[in-house]
Every structure is written in C-alpha cells, then in structure tokens.
T-cell receptor, first 113, second 113 residues
Framework: AQSVTQPDIHITVSEGASLELRCNYSYGATPYLFWYVQSPGQGLQLLLK??????LVQGIKGFEAEFKRSQSSFNLRKPSVHWSDAAEYFC???????????FGSGTRLSIRP | NAGVTQTPKFQVLKTGQSMTLQCAQD?????MSWYRQDPGMGLRLIHYSVGAGITDQGEVPNGYNVSRSTTEDFPLRLLSAAPSQTSVYFC????????????FGSGTQLSVL
C-alpha cells in the first residue's frame, strides 16, 4: 500500500521569495504523483502530475516539481511566490493504475507581505 | 456539463442515525472515490471503486458502506453515525487508463451531534 508524508504543517514565506514544499512517498513500484492546491472554502485544483518520463514536471501557476526516485521525494517548487499562492497544498500518490490515490496531510502556505 | 455532483451540501445528524451521501458524475468516469477531510489530517480515502460492481476499502473504511450499481453513482452510507464522523466529505472521479486528474465534488459538511 502506498503512503505519503508532508513533513511541514505550515510554512510562511515572503512575497517574491522562492518556495519549496516537501513530499515523501512510499510505494513499491513507480508511483503516480500529484500536487493539488486548495484555497480556503474551495475544492482541490490539480497543479501538476507525474507518471513517467522527464522527472522535472511543469504545472500551472508557475509551479514545478521534481521526482527523485532515490530519495522517494516529489518536492514542489516555485521561484517567486505571490500573495495569491496562500493556500493549502496536498501531495498525493497513486497506485499502479491510479485508481487508489492517497493524500498527504497537507502544508499550509502563508505569504508575508 | 455538471461534473461531480454531491448532495446534500450540509447535514446534521444525531448519534446513531443513518444516512446516505449521494454522489453522481456525468463524465462516464470509471474510477470514483470518497474522501473525508479533517483539519491537520488532509484527505483520507474511505472507499473507492474501479467500475460498476467493484468497490474496495481505502484508509478509513470503518463505519461506512458503499455500492456501485451504475457507472454514474457512488453513494456513501453511514450506518450508525458517530461524532467522530463529523467531517467534510468529498466525492471524486477520474478516467481509467488516461491518468487524468481527480474531479472533485463541492463537498458535504456533516455534523454528528
């Protein structure tokens, strides 16, 4: 069975600063990996996903993530955050068919003016 | 295109009562799943289905039943509600074989008194 860990519960960064949100997964085979964002009172929006191929994945809103098999990680990055990026971010891992998708506990991102 | 429709949006139950949360999708998606979202715990998978007539347990299945008699519908039944089941429930669907993103419903906020 797969699992995912997001070690940071809450992160605060200054507007314009770079961002990295950590995600570690556990799965016996090549996983399907996702990052979702949830703004307050809203549903979840897919930022990006990885299934195979290039380990650096580009997503929407200027986000990217890098799959590192040796570290079982799929960290999310953004070179310069905007106040509108304040939200909760969820990493998720899917099984080999992507039918069973498990989410991490989330990282809440606050932006300092 | 309605997407994933959840009803009701809000519900208050007394301990011991039973009820069914409805979920329907009109995208002909084969995969459907139910999650609950609790503060600090992210989204936890309750049950999921890979097609009509096929269901399986997720991370937190106790106290919940599901069935999938049609491709479109995936109801979640609470047999005897408990205060620990107070949560926000999300239904999601995705398309098998194309590794598409999860499409989420708008959620059901359930309080069990």
């Amino acid at each position: 069975a797969q699992s995912v860990t997001q070690p940071d519960i809450h992160i605060t960064v200054s507007e314009g600063a770079s961002l990295e949100l950590r995600c570690n997964y556990s799965y016996g085979a090549t996983p399907y990996l996702f990052w979702y964002v949830q703004s307050p009172g809203q549903g979840l929006q897919l930022l990006l996903k990885y299934f195979s191929g290039d380990t650096l994945v580009q997503g929407i809103k200027g986000f990217e993530a890098e799959f590192k098999r040796s570290q079982s990680s799929f960290n999310l990055r953004k070179p310069s955050v905007h106040w509108s990026d304040a939200a909760e971010y969820f990493c998720a891992v899917g099984d080999s068919s992507a039918s069973k998708i498990i989410f991490g506990s989330g990282t809440r991102l606050s932006i300092r003016p | 295109n309605a997407g994933v429709t959840q009803t009701p949006k809000f519900q208050v139950l007394k301990t011991g009562q039973s009820m069914t949360l409805q979920c329907a999708q009109d995208m002909n998606h084969e995969y459907m799943s139910w999650y609950r979202q609790d503060p600090g715990m992210g989204l936890r998978l309750i049950h999921y289905s890979v097609g009509a007539g096929i269901t399986d347990q997720g991370e937190v299945p106790n106290g919940y039943n599901v069935s999938r008699s049609t491709t479109e519908d995936f109801p979640l039944r609470l047999l005897s509600a408990a205060p620990s089941q107070t949560s926000v429930y999300f239904c999601a669907s995705s398309n098998r074989g194309q590794h598409e993103k999860l499409f989420f419903g708008s959620g059901t906020q359930l309080s069990v008194l």
